[in-house]
């Protein structure tokens, strides 16, 4: 039973528009969650994360919003840039300190 | 420092054979992860060692998987015999913190391994 779940495995949004990835969780005891970027050959980099203690966190382009009381997260990107292409892997801080992740969903940005 | 280093990037071998695939973490880090990502199973956590120490192995899938770490600052995730199915993208990834610190994970490039 997947306990974080990221739904679309792809998603393909214009240039200069907002990206928007979503992510769904089963345990209400998660209290942080991450999100990884990552490029084809190389490994997941840390992209931005988010405490539950809050329902947003922003970094440049990047905006993570948390709604607790739907398990649901999603990571805004603003505008989109072709460099933004990558596979995203949203993650969710369990018992013993292990990420549960997410499938992962692959950003295409259309130029 | 040069981020988390693992060797060799790519390994071809035939079936039966051992593998071993190694890992250096980001210095001063206590925190060493071995995962594998297929694209059937996506990105799953085999281990973790905590000050060298293995913490969980639940996720390793066979005894067929070993996993060592001798000092702070190498590892080894040994396959023996290997099997086509283990065929993936095997990473290693290490952080400072404990439970309670959120402290980001570091990935390695992966070593992509091809078991024939």
């Known amino acids: 039973d997947q306990q974080v779940k990221q739904n679309s495995p792809s998603l393909s949004v214009q240039e200069g528009r907002i990206s928007i990835l979503n992510c769904d969780y089963t345990n209400s005891m998660f209290d942080y969650f991450l999100w990884y970027k990552k490029y084809p050959a190389e490994g997941p980099t840390f992209l931005i994360s988010i405490s539950s203690i809050k329902d947003k966190n922003e970094d440049g382009r990047f905006t993570v919003f948390l709604n607790k009381s739907a398990k649901h997260l999603s990571l805004h990107i603003v505008p989109s840039q072709p460099g933004d292409s990558a596979v995203y892997f949203c993650a969710a801080i369990g018992s013993n300190y292990q990420l549960i992740w997410g499938a992962g969903t692959k950003l295409i940005i259309k130029p | 420092d040069a981020g988390v280093i693992q060797s060799p990037r790519h390994e071809v071998t035939e079936m039966g054979q051992e593998v071993t695939l190694r890992c250096k973490p980001i210095s001063g880090h206590d925190y060493l992860f071995w995962y594998r990502q297929t694209m059937m199973r996506g990105l799953e956590l085999l281990i973790y060692?905590?000050?060298?120490?293995?913490?969980?192995d639940s996720g390793m899938p066979e005894d067929r998987f070993s996993a060592k770490m001798p000092n702070a600052s190498f590892s080894t995730l040994k396959i023996q015999p290997s099997e086509p199915r283990d065929s993936a993208v095997y990473f290693c990834?290490?952080?400072?913190?404990?439970?309670?610190?959120?402290?980001?994970?570091?990935f390695g490039p992966g070593t992509r391994l091809l078991v024939l």
């Open positions: 990834a290490s952080s400072i913190g404990g439970k309670g610190l959120q402290e980001t994970q570091y």
């Open positions: 060692f905590n000050n060298n120490v293995p913490i969980d």
